[in-house]
């Protein structure tokens, strides 16, 4: 999962940005209007935590631009206390929750996870797979109830894909939910944590499907398709 901090205070974007990477996500960052606008605008996020008072361009002109041009990720905007009305105005430019600052990094994970889990259709953050269970809240994943060891960016493959379950998942789509824009991507890679995935949750889980991409399975279920 890929998330974008727009906020123009470097601290606190710097603890945004940290916290959000111990918890798992690839996550970009902007400092000004213009450049958040822009990333939003170009980059396929997960969810984005959209600060109102920026440089260049305001918070809320730059959500009211996103929705204009069809951009459907999950926003969560911070605003200054006690100010109900920047509430209303973010709802109205097409918000999805709000939080104020100052808050707990806690909370603000536990609603990113919410926003995150509630666009691709899940209602908790454990999905289980036919005895595959991910777990996003803790970054685990089990088989059959058994821990499995991942890396921090294996979690982030399997992650999107458990997400996105059933679902033919390319090469490309995968590489924009699992690097932040700064890594050096290379689509050939994918093919490898594929493999090393398949070792590790059991080969039949994730089906290959030709030319298009791979698809996380219940092997219990054969939902049809092609199979390499
Ligand atoms: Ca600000």
Do not use: C
């Not at 908790?124 to 996003?136: E, M, P």
């Not at 060891?149 to 979690?155: D, G, I, Y």
């Amino acid at each position: 999962m890929r998330i974008l901090i727009v906020e123009d205070d470097p601290d606190l974007g710097r603890q945004l940005s940290e916290a959000l990477g111990d918890a798992g996500y690839a996550v970009d960052k902007a400092t000004d209007g213009e450049e958040g606008h822009f990333l939003g605008d170009t980059e396929p996020y997960d969810a984005v935590v959209l600060d109102l008072g920026l440089p260049v361009i305001d918070g809320i002109s730059i959500l009211q631009k996103w929705r204009a041009d069809g951009k459907d990720f999950p926003v969560l905007i911070l605003t200054a206390r006690d100010q109900w009305s920047e509430k209303v105005a973010g709802f109205d430019a097409g918000a999805d929750d709000y939080l104020t600052k100052p808050f707990h990094t806690e909370e603000l994970l536990a609603r990113l996870r919410a926003l995150v889990r509630r666009a691709a259709g899940h209602t908790t953050d454990t999905i289980d797979i036919g005895g595959l269970t991910v777990d996003n809240r803790a970054g685990r994943a089990f088989v059959d109830g058994s821990p499995i060891k991942l890396t921090s960016h294996e979690f982030r493959l399997l992650s999107y894909m458990a997400m996105h379950v059933d679902k033919v998942i390319s090469r490309t789509e995968l590489v924009e939910h699992i690097y932040d824009q700064d890594f050096d991507r290379d689509s050939n890679t994918i093919e490898v944590f594929i493999g090393r995935l398949r070792r590790k949750i059991g080969v039949n889980r994730i089906e290959t499907v030709r030319g298009l991409g791979y698809r996380l399975v219940d092997p219990e279920e054969d939902p049809g398709g092609e199979k390499t």
